[in-house]
């Protein structure tokens, strides 16, 4: 199995930027679909984007398209998500995760068969 490190987070004002990196370690890294997720206190975790294999394929949330945009690099074995015009309400703790259980993108968590630890993101005033 994979195991994933999430790195980036921290303090953010309104309106700036922030990228999340997920560096993974464990064989077979290109074969796993990768995504990104984010719980707030209090709140169940929600899907934000997931990202192919190869990266050819993506799919996001609605609610942060234009806003977030994953991308993974196979030859240095990270994931990323890269944040602009941030509000109060991104706060959370954001996941990625990888799965080996399906070929192609999904926004459901159980299809993940492998999670980080999470970096929190703080988006303050």
């Known amino acids: 199995q994979v195991r994933l490190m999430e790195s980036g987070g921290g303090l953010v004002q309104i309106g700036g930027s922030l990228r999340l990196s997920c560096a993974a370690s464990?064989?077979?890294?290109?074969?796993?679909?990768l995504g990104w997720f984010r719980q707030a206190p209090g709140k169940e975790r929600v899907f934000l984007a997931s990202?192919?294999?190869?990266?050819?394929?993506?799919y996001n949330e609605p609610s942060v398209k234009g806003r977030f945009t994953v991308s993974r690099d196979n030859a240095k074995n990270t994931l990323y998500l890269q944040m602009i015009n941030l509000a109060p309400e991104d706060t959370a703790v954001y996941y990625c995760?990888?799965?080996?259980?399906?070929?192609?993108?999904?926004?459901?968590?159980?299809?993940?068969?492998?999670w980080g630890q999470g970096t929190q993101v703080t988006v303050t005033s």
């Open positions: 995760a990888a799965s080996s259980l399906i070929r192609t993108t999904s926004s459901y968590h159980s299809d993940y068969n492998n």
């Open positions: 464990g064989p077979t890294f290109n074969d796993y679909v």
């Open positions: 990202i192919s294999a190869r990266g050819g394929i993506i």
